[in-house]
């Protein structure tokens, strides 16, 4: 890529935009909800999906911008940031809209869930666009304090404050074990800039111990944001016990900003150009250990999911599966690689989110978490049934539906690099996941509930109907025509990768 | 030009959407509705099959598929709707098109979630005629999947007591074989320089090259050749992958074992002839050996095994595997006698089979039970029945004058040729094919009247009706094969200098 322009702190205001814009919207949601005395409860989400909606027109426009650094090389400005950006924004007003719904969280305190929500959102977005190590470490923080909160937000629930806290002592643990590694690399290259590790690993012969320690530990601090084995342990746990908007949020949002960081990271850090393409600059196969955690993920969270009898939990593992799908996409050193994560991850916030936004839609009167909760739902709730199942279709990658297409674009890329064995592994971790998602359609199609047995329907929302065919629809055409998509994560997979 | 594919694809798609329109409390018009919209595609391939001309060769030559449509579906992969038959597709269209009509009809007796039935056999038809049409190889695939999750359901939903447990298994079994064809299509796509036209794989050859894995050098072809196998073998069934197959049968309602064996199984064997073989001929003459034992087990086993059971379903599905079976022989051959005689079988083996599961069908519906050695003497109560079943039976054994024996004497013309031994000891088929058939019969029809089924029913006229296409066709070809044999002729005849030279 061309030489970037470095811009100093004023200059780099004007393309600060869309994180100024959340900012603002973070403070006025506080200060509405003091004002209205949390009354208004439709106003504060409301504030907050504006600034959101806002922030991603912001953000559209750098999707064509010109790459550059911003605040003096903190923080890189181009197209694969912009993508995070308007994606991560566009998530989470699916977010709140599905919370306006949810009476566990509009109950009480919904203005402190919309704020700890935004700030996430902030932290998530600049965590996506960090090229400076104590950056990456600083906004890893940032999003991950908030999300402790959330994950023990509901006050008194002994599962969710089991969750807050497990949260928590895993990520301390994770970013400190970060922070440490990232000691080691500043040793190394003398900077905390990534482009200057690059470099340094360039010129200088580093033993290769000494490189694979920092790595393993710095990578340890990604893999616990996007849960990659053996980094997961504390996702079913958090996913069960939280409420479930929040267990969407956390399975695409932090996800996905955790996938933004690692390949900036790897990527702009320790990858060399030359004219044949990308290499791995170090002298460690870094692209080699991550295949192995590719396969680990998806094998382990496959497996564990068959065992599963709490829907929240199945996804939960599944989508730990998801995220070693997605990290196949990584190891590849290609651009095409690249497109393909960011393609998986539109289709997978898609599908993932609506899966638990089903669970949640159930969740009327009484929490219906379990799979026997399911049962007869195809007989008694066409609809609903419906859209669940075109949800756990398309997260098994069947065409017609989304997921096939984001698989074929992830094992089109490992097939372009002769990448066979991860193919082949990765595919057949495909067929064991039809096995517990169709476990989940069995139960609502062909078990047929006994006559009069709870088949009164249950009452859904308005605004969660809305968000489902929000959902399913896209699932469904994004199956059969997806150019939109492409054209954009065709722009999105655009890393800046240094001078 | 009026597109033609594309009306007989979707059609059921569009009736299977009109469906979900229809008050649930209607059932009669339902089964219209869905018998209407099996109904156009029955007529349009009958049109089909009187305008395609007969000397165009297909396979691998694009300028002589016939009514081609082709359009750009997705340009970022450069995936086209891209529709065309020639001989060995339109055979098995017409195949389509008719037992999925007759199936509209055989399963009028069906009282449970009447729409969602309908619905979802629809939606199968379009699954089964885009298949057979594609020539794209994404295309294809999406068809080719597409068929899954109605299957599931059908299975699931409306089978017998075990259901749950085939429905599952099937949907097992195929997935793991398509995802092995999904990266094979997926590592053609870079071989055919970014394209899933089947015709430019078939004339650029995907044969060539070399795959290190796991510390082994591979042929690229050969390593490509069995991921498809698998794939397509698990379809057919092939021994050993052959154990979703009975389970399905025996749980399927009778309209789905008709499909099933009629429609899905031909699948496995149009997949090898129109992907595996013109696309790597090279491995295909490396793999014929091999295939022709298999075909030798699939034959002797399946004959077997269908000798051994007492549930008159599970023995039909047995027999299908035996008479499978030949069409692998016909097609490991390499001769044209031998391939004819795979495409002439798969066709009789779709309407015979048929003709065989519906006849279980009808007498199930009476007794509720299947046991061979639960009937006897039921040839005094329903002679008509009995009438029907015995020309099944005949057929299927291979009689003289019926279409079954036809193209299972090209089969083993062609595959004496090439493989003498195998083919003697496969023609042993025959024989224990008419063994376990004439025991059934016998154990079924003659003897004294089991006193419980004096009061059996005769076969209704909605039944004969479903039956009479088939019979008909059973005997004409039987007689004169010409306007079948002679629709895929010329392309088996490209096929084998395409892939033997």
Known sequence: ?499 | MFDMLSVITFAPLAGALALLFVPKERRDLIRWVAAAAALVPLVLSVLVFIQFDRAKLGINDPSSFQFVVQKDWIQAFNIQYYMGIDGLSVSMILLTALLSFLCVFASFGIQKGVKGYYAMFLLLETGMMGTFCALDFFLFYVFWEVMLLPMYFLIGIWGGPRKVYAAIKFFLYTLFGSVLMLLVMLAFYFKAGHSFNMLTMMQQGMDGGTIPLFGHVFRYGQLMFVALFIGFAIKVPIFPFHTWLPDAHVEAPTAISVILAGVLLKMGTYGLLRISYPMLPEAARWFSPALAIFALINIVYGALCAMAQKDFKKLIAYSSISHMGFVLLGMASGTEQGLNGAVFQMFNHGTITAMLFLLVGVIYDRAHHRDIDGFGGLMVRMPVYAAFTSLAFFAAIGLPGLSGFISEALVLLGGFRSYQAITIICSSGIVLGAAYMLWTFQRVFLGPLNEKYKDLPEISPREIFTLVPLAAITLVLGVYPVPVLGLFQASMGQLVRVVWG
């Open chain 1, 1 to 499: 890529m061309t030489e970037a322009l470095v811009l100093g702190n004023q200059e780099s205001l004007r393309y600060f935009a869309p994180e100024a814009i959340v900012t603002l919207a973070f403070l006025a949601v506080i200060v509405f909800d003091i004002v209205t005395g949390g009354r208004k409860r439709n106003g504060t989400a409301a504030v907050a999906i504006a600034g959101l909606a806002l922030a991603v027109v912001a953000a559209v426009p750098l999707l064509t911008a010109r790459p550059a650094l911003l605040f003096s090389g903190m923080i890189a400005l181009d197209p694969f940031a912009a993508f995070f950006k308007i994606f991560i924004c566009a998530a989470s007003i699916v977010i709140v809209l599905i919370s306006m719904g949810y009476r566990e969280l509009t109950a009480r305190f919904q203005g402190e869930f919309i704020a700890a929500m935004l700030a996430t959102v902030l932290g998530a977005m600049l965590f996506a666009c960090s090229v400076n190590m104590v950056m990456i470490y600083l906004t890893l923080e940032m999003l991950s304090l908030p999300s402790y909160i959330l994950a023990g937000f509901l006050k008194g629930d002994t599962r969710s404050g089991e969750a807050g806290i497990k949260y928590a002592v895993f990520g301390a643990a994770a970013s400190g074990a970060m922070i440490f590694g990232l000691s080691f690399l500043y040793g190394i290259s003398g900077s905390l800039d990534l482009f200057a590790l690059r470099d340094a690993l360039d010129v200088r012969a580093v033993p290769t111990i000494a490189l694979l320690i920092p790595t393993i530990f710095v990578f340890a601090g990604f893999a616990y944001k996007i849960s990659a084995v053996p980094f997961h342990m504390w996702t079913p746990d958090v996913y069960e016990g939280t409420s479930t908007p929040i267990t969407a949020f956390f399975s695409v949002v932090p996800k996905a900003a955790g996938f933004a960081a690692i390949a900036r990271f790897f990527l702009s850090g320790m990858t060399r150009q030359t004219p044949d393409g990308l290499v791995a600059a170090a002298a460690i196969d870094w692209p080699f250990l991550i295949a192995i955690v590719s396969v680990l993920t998806m094998t382990l969270g496959n497996l564990a999911s068959l065992r599963q009898n709490n829907v929240k939990r199945l996804l939960a593992y599944s989508s730990i599966a998801h995220a070693g799908y997605m990290l196949m996409g990584l190891v590849l050193l290609t651009d095409e690689g690249v497109k393909a994560v960011l393609f998986y991850l539109v289709v997978y916030a898609l599908m993932n989110i609506g899966a638990f936004l089903v669970v949640i839609a159930l969740s009327g009167e009484r929490p219906r978490e379990e799979i026997d909760d399911f049962r007869g739902l195809g007989w008694r709730m066409p609809a609903l049934g419906l859209a669940m199942a075109v949800f756990l279709f398309s997260l098994t990658g069947l065409p017609p539906f989304a997921g096939f297409i984001g698989k074929v674009y992830l094992f089109k890329a490992v097939i372009a690099k002769e990448y066979y064995w991860l193919a082949v592994i990765g595919v057949l971790n495909s067929v064991v996941s039809l096995y517990y998602y169709v476990r989940i359609v069995k139960v609502m199609y062909l078990d047929i509930p006994a006559e009069g047995a709870g088949l009164a329907p249950i009452s859904v929302s308005r605004m969660h109907g809305v968000v489902l065919a929000l959902l399913a629809v896209p699932t469904v055409l994004f199956g059969i025509r997806f150019g939109v998509v492409d054209a954009l994560t065709d722009l999105g997979r655009n890393l800046f990768l240094g001078r």
